[in-house]
């Protein structure tokens, strides 16, 4: 009974004496990883703004093309009601093709318009998600070096 009493109080000594060695080889590991994930969290939030920066004058210019657009159908229908009121069938026939081409251009942009919007909403989400992380990443390394 003393003698199993003795080795596994020596077994229990050497596991406690050994713990904190052994969780020492495994936190500067811990730190290393944490300051890396936080250089990437900080490499895709550059990335994010830069993508909502992109987005926001996409969706600038599309404004811009669609009011450009709407400029032209109305002309092309004032030029319709003139050739009408003056009876000219083949510039109403080319007026209609016009306004045919116009309205195809608007709805391009108007899609456009759309989808840079989604992508800006996307990007946004993204932003969000990796501030989370990177706040995550600091608790993360300010508790693996509090552990030290």
Request: proline share 1%; glycine share 2%; net charge positive.
């Amino acid at each position: 009974m003393k003698l199993t009493m003795a080795i596994a109080m020596t077994g229990m000594a050497a596991a406690l004496l050994t713990a904190p060695a052994l969780a020492q080889d495994v936190r500067p590991n811990d730190v290393k990883q944490d300051r890396k994930d936080i250089r990437q969290d900080r490499r895709d939030l550059r990335g994010d703004r830069r993508d909502i920066r992109q987005d926001r004058q996409d969706i600038r210019q599309d404004t811009k093309d669609i009011r450009g657009d709407r400029r032209d159908l109305s002309a092309d229908r004032r030029e319709l009601a003139a050739d009408r009121k003056a009876g000219d069938k083949d510039a109403v026939k080319a007026d209609l093709k016009d306004i045919r081409a116009d309205r195809k251009d608007l709805n391009a942009d108007v899609k456009d318009r759309r989808a840079d919007a989604k992508d800006l909403r996307k990007d946004r989400r993204d932003r969000r998600q990796d501030r989370r992380d990177l706040r995550q990443d600091r608790r993360d390394l300010k508790a693996d070096q509090a552990a030290k």
